[in-house]
């Protein structure tokens, strides 16, 4: 059974920092790109970044130069580095492994809350 835990979730002000961890356990191939998702109400979910296990990353527009993946594959642990916050950027923030594309993923952790105040 594939567990995907995240950690780093929180309140912070517009122009701060937080960095997002997620730690997978159970039948995780480090050959899987891992990645993170973010849902704020009303919205769809949206793939934010990801990346793979050569270490060729993705981002979305929306968080590009503000917000940096990194992953130990050896641990099966990805990580959400992000700048610069602002106010939109407030969503649940989910880890994602064995993405298949932006839309599909074959494991999901739990969502953890991001919020930024203006």
């Known amino acids: 059974q594939v567990q995907l835990v995240e950690s780093g979730g929180g309140l912070v002000q517009a122009g701060g920092s937080l960095r997002l961890s997620c730690a997978a356990s159970?039948?995780?191939?480090?050959?899987?790109?891992m990645g993170w998702y973010r849902q704020a109400p009303r919205n769809q979910r949206e793939l934010v970044a990801s990346?793979?296990?050569?270490?060729?990353?993705f981002y979305s527009n929306s968080v590009k130069g503000r917000f940096t993946i990194s992953r130990d594959s050896a641990a099966n642990t990805v990580f959400l580095q992000m700048s610069s916050l602002r106010p939109e950027d407030t969503s649940v923030y989910y880890c994602?492994?064995?993405?298949?594309?932006?839309?599909?993923?074959?494991?999901w952790g739990q969502g953890t809350q991001v919020t930024v105040s203006s």
């Open positions: 159970g039948s995780i191939s480090s050959r899987d790109i």
């Open positions: 990346i793979s296990s050569s270490g060729i990353s």
């Open positions: 994602a492994a064995g993405i298949i594309n932006p839309t599909r993923a074959r494991y």
